[in-house]
């Protein structure tokens, strides 16, 4: 089964997504962790939006996967595939490589949103503030949650962004390489989405749980689940509700693609349940739709095996 939403987060600005967005205040469908909308030169996960890119499981910590088991409508790459649409590829303009910082002396490589979108979806050059906020700490955006320019210090960006006051919190992005990811804080693991433009260290959560901040939800990506701005917005975001971007569902909800989801027609996915594989009297909404295991079985990573997805098998 091929899932819907890509892996890209965006921001909410008041629409909804697939994939990951920030949540900021007007946000259309687009990838990965789209946080705002218009701003100073730019804005555009996830599981949606899965919200990871296309290089394929990175973490080894919870939620960590192979890449390539198809023996579950869940696991086509290990977390949750099957139910969430991967990046296609292509289409990325990168100025600069956001693992390797190769910008000039003062700068910093930061992801944006080069079409005016709300979701990050290329890299720019920005001035590193000259006394720069560290993660963890408070910041501030200039623009918007996807402009590319905050106070954050280098390797790192203002995230969980309001739409209103521009104030986040600086995140950490991921150490070491592409082939080799980590995050020095063991309660995060490296969450790559749209299209490898967003490399994070973000919180590990549990979607049966939910125990993420009050703004964010947990979302599964390709490399396990996250807590991710939940830019569902406003009256959207529902059950059923239409969906393109990984953290356009609320919370306990996961965009799920359209055959999955009963009477979801005219849209790349809609909003699905989380379940709980030993709750013997979990109860799927939709109708024909059944608690599917999220992992193939014997892959699930510690902790995570009764987690399942509503769905309408294949």
Do not use: H
Not at 194 to 205: A, K, M, P, R, T
Request: glycine letters at 14%.
């Amino acid at each position: 089964m091929r899932a819907t939403c890509r892996f890209s987060l965006f921001v909410a600005l008041g629409l909804t997504a697939c994939g990951t967005k920030n949540d900021d205040t007007n946000l259309t469908a687009s990838a990965t962790n789209p946080q705002s909308d218009d701003s100073s030169g730019g804005g555009d996960s996830g599981p949606a939006g899965e919200g990871s890119g296309d290089t394929g499981p990175v973490t080894t910590s919870p939620g960590t996967t192979e890449a390539g088991d198809e023996t579950s409508p869940a696991a086509s790459s290990g977390g949750g595939e099957g139910f969430i649409t991967p990046p296609d590829g292509g289409g990325v303009s990168n100025e600069c490589d956001i693992w390797a910082q190769d910008c000039a002396e003062g700068q910093k490589c930061m992801p944006w949103a080069n079409d005016g979108g709300n979701s990050w979806n290329a890299t720019k050059c920005s001035v590193l503030d000259a006394n720069p906020a560290q993660p963890g700490d408070p910041c501030t955006v200039e623009g918007s949650g996807v402009s590319g320019i905050d106070n954050c210090d280098i390797s790192s960006m203002c995230w969980n962004v309001d739409g209103e006051t521009n104030m986040g919190v600086c995140v950490g992005f991921c150490e070491g390489s592409e082939q080799n990811p980590t995050c020095s804080d063991p309660d995060t693991g490296c969450s790559v989405s749209n299209e490898g433009v967003l490399i994070l260290c973000l919180l590990f959560c549990d979607p049966l749980l939910q125990d993420c901040s009050m703004t964010e939800a947990c979302y599964g990506e390709e490399n396990g689940f996250f807590c991710s701005p939940d830019a569902s917005g406003g009256d959207e975001g529902g059950y059923g509700d239409a969906c393109e971007f990984l953290n356009a569902c609320d919370a306990g909800l996961f965009c799920a693609e359209a055959v999955s989801v009963p009477d979801c027609v005219d849209a790349a996915g809609c909003c699905s349940e989380f379940c709980d594989l030993t709750d013997p009297a979990a109860m799927c909404m939709g109708q024909g739709q059944e608690c599917t295991a999220w992992y193939a079985e014997g892959q699930a990573p510690p902790g995570y095996e009764d987690v399942g997805a509503c769905v309408i098998p294949a």
